[in-house]
């Protein structure tokens, strides 16, 4: 589903409709129980201002949890200027 920014909303954040979603460990109920908008998304021509920072700035996109009291950021790249 595509969407325009005009239609975001929040999705069921809540313990059943997470559940719901969840499906027994199947992880396959995510539309059913948080609507269609839970797949959507923006392509480069709805982002263009962000994508132009993305494509000459550094991203550390795989920034994962904390190790010993620090974060652990793999996966930086930078993008030539």
Request: net charge negative; with cysteine.
């Given at each position: 589903?595509?969407?325009?920014?005009?239609?975001?909303?929040?999705?069921?954040?809540?313990?059943?409709?997470?559940?719901?979603?969840?499906?027994?460990?199947?992880?396959?109920?995510?539309?059913?129980?948080?609507?269609e908008l839970?797949?959507?998304?923006?392509?480069?021509?709805?982002?263009?201002?962000?994508?132009?920072?993305?494509?000459?700035?550094?991203?550390?996109?795989?920034?994962?949890?904390?190790?010993?009291?620090?974060?652990?950021?793999?996966?930086?790249?930078?993008?030539?200027?």
């Amino acid at each position: 589903m595509k969407v325009d920014g005009q239609q975001l909303a929040d999705l069921d954040h809540s313990w059943p409709g997470t559940h719901t979603a969840w499906a027994n460990g199947e992880y396959n109920d995510w539309i059913a129980a948080k609507s269609e908008l839970t797949m959507a998304y923006f392509d480069q021509s709805d982002i263009r201002f962000h994508r132009a920072l993305a494509d000459n700035f550094t991203i550390c996109d795989t920034t994962s949890a904390r190790s010993r009291g620090r974060p652990r950021r793999t996966g930086c790249t930078s993008s030539p200027a």
